[in-house]
């Protein structure tokens, strides 16, 4: 069958979610995973320095009419054409690449490289298998995307034969199997933690939707037809905030003020870009080694995009890091949360909420293992059954148990379950990683209260 483009866009968004972590868009996007054979990566579907195709999309882009950020980015031409490493961690390219996202015609560089060099393979590669549901085109879409095409597509033909021979929904259901052991046993480690894919086609083969019928979800995401028609924001790239007799206003202005404030310029978010705000403008500029001429281009816009504010000075107290922050561990698509209000009592908990995040990571490359053997139901309840233990030792009753939760415990865990829900394709094993996580915070912050408690009673 041909693919409506309807189709076509949730197959892409698909794959968009996997690499990116958002459905649409992603094209300013800068990935740089330890690990990761392909080094530094870019884009909407995250073109990497390893294989030399950032090379190819970043020479397109600056031979393209019209193109903005061509000085900035041409001189970097010989540095990736030999894929050099030290481009990993040079700012100043990241940067640039960041802003060059907002550039229309970058990002219909992206979109046509794509299509040239992945969508249109992976569409010639199912026509030659005869697979033609939206769902199968998807599948063989991704591999090409993440690599392994070739070698799983191959594995499966010696254990099935071709598709014609067993039915196409047979034969990708174990194309998808097939891959996801691949990707579970692979030597890589950041390859392992990449069954979450297979896991989210394992989902859409279960729902019986071979047509990508809408709505459907993927990674928390919901794809609808409203996201895919919609689009990433077009337009043209952010205007240049400049002093003028009248000041220039907007929400862009705003946004500016409010990243200002974030730092520490003490900006008032008013919408005009006033005489004040450009004060600010240039001390920001002097402080960060930029043009110092109160305007917001493209190198200040990417400078207040990466900026931290500044470390508290001598004498002051820094404040306590927030729990909900240090459990929103990151992933590969790099999503952000809003983290809620921290709590005042779990200031203290906040290393136990990181514990218990890189918990859950090992237990995530503990997952297949954990499947076969069919252990991971008996983990998950040991896990839960000593957090309950924990919590019955150290909370006397109700009431306390009830203080306990008005002080932030759920709060705090949300931003960790959220991203196990990302990070942990299998339900089972990411009860277990939340047992394992609700066992350190539990220990961390009651323990505590209790030494304080202790410390009280010597203390009379």
């Given amino acids: 069958m041909q693919l409506t483009q309807l189709q076509r866009s949730a197959a892409q968004a698909i794959v968009s979610i996997f690499e990116t972590g958002r459905p649409t868009g992603g094209y300013g996007k800068v990935t740089v995973l330890q690990g990761d054979t392909g080094r530094l990566t870019y884009g909407r579907f995250q073109t990497t320095l390893g294989s030399g195709a950032l090379y190819f999309l970043?020479?397109?882009?600056?031979?393209?009419?019209?193109?903005?950020?061509?000085?900035?980015?041409a001189k970097y031409l010989g540095r990736l054409l030999k894929r050099d490493g030290t481009l990993d961690h040079d700012g100043a390219l990241h940067r640039t690449l960041k802003a060059a996202g907002d550039d229309p015609v970058m990002r219909q560089?992206?979109?046509?490289?794509?299509?040239?060099?992945?969508?249109?393979?992976?569409v010639a590669a199912a026509r030659g298998l005869g697979v033609t549901t939206p769902l199968g085109v998807a599948v063989i879409y991704d591999s090409k995307v993440h690599g392994s095409f070739e070698r799983i597509r191959d594995r499966t033909l010696r254990q099935m034969g071709p598709p014609s021979a067993v039915g196409e929904e047979t034969w990708i259901s174990a194309y998808v199997a097939n891959r996801r052991a691949y990707?579970?046993?692979?030597?890589?480690?950041?390859?392992?933690?990449?069954?979450?894919?297979?896991?989210?086609?394992?989902?859409?083969?279960?729902d019986d939707n071979w047509d990508l019928d809408l709505p459907f979800k993927v990674g928390g995401y919901r794809i609808d037809e409203k996201t895919l028609r919609a689009g990433p924001a077009k337009g043209r790239a952010a205007r240049i905030l400049a002093p003028a007799d009248t000041p220039m206003k907007g929400d862009d202005v705003r946004e500016v003020q409010a990243r200002l404030r974030e730092l520490g310029y003490g900006a008032d978010p008013t919408g005009a870009y006033d005489e004040d705000t450009v004060e600010l403008v240039r001390k920001f500029q002097e402080a960060h080694g930029l043009k110092v001429d109160g305007a917001v281009g493209p190198a200040t816009r990417a400078s207040l995009e990466t900026a931290r504010p500044a470390s508290p000075k001598a004498g002051h107290a820094e404040a306590a890091p927030d729990p909900a922050v240090l459990a929103a561990a990151p992933h590969p698509a790099g999503r952000a949360h809003a983290p809620p209000p921290a709590h005042p009592r779990l200031s203290r908990g906040a290393r136990a909420v990181q514990r218990g995040s890189a918990v859950a990571g090992v237990l995530s490359?503990?997952?297949p293992w954990l499947t076969r053997y069919s252990l991971a139901p008996v983990a998950a309840i040991g896990a839960l059954s000593a957090g309950m233990t924990e919590l019955r030792s150290l909370v006397p009753n109700a009431e306390a148990?009830?203080?306990?939760?008005?002080?932030?415990?759920?709060?705090?865990?949300?931003?960790?379950?959220?991203?196990m829900i990302r990070t942990v394709p299998d339900e089972t094993t990411r009860m277990l990683a939340l047992g394992a996580l609700?066992?350190?915070?539990?220990?961390?912050?009651?323990?505590?209260?209790?030494?304080?408690?202790?410390?009280?009673?010597?203390?009379?």
């Fill in 58 to 73: 970043i020479k397109d882009y600056v031979e393209r009419p019209g193109a903005i950020y061509v000085t900035a980015l």
């Fill in 109 to 122: 560089a992206q979109d046509d490289f794509f299509d040239r060099n992945f969508w249109t393979p992976a």
């Fill in 183 to 206: 990707l579970a046993q692979h030597a890589q480690p950041i390859l392992r933690r990449t069954v979450y894919r297979m896991a989210a086609f394992e989902r859409l083969i279960r």
């Fill in 365 to 367: 490359n503990l997952a």
């Fill in 401 to 419: 148990l009830e203080r306990l939760s008005t002080a932030g415990l759920v709060p705090a865990l949300q931003p960790a379950y959220d991203w």
């Fill in 438 to 460: 609700v066992w350190v915070l539990l220990a961390a912050i009651l323990r505590r209260r209790h030494a304080a408690e202790a410390r009280a009673r010597s203390a009379d």
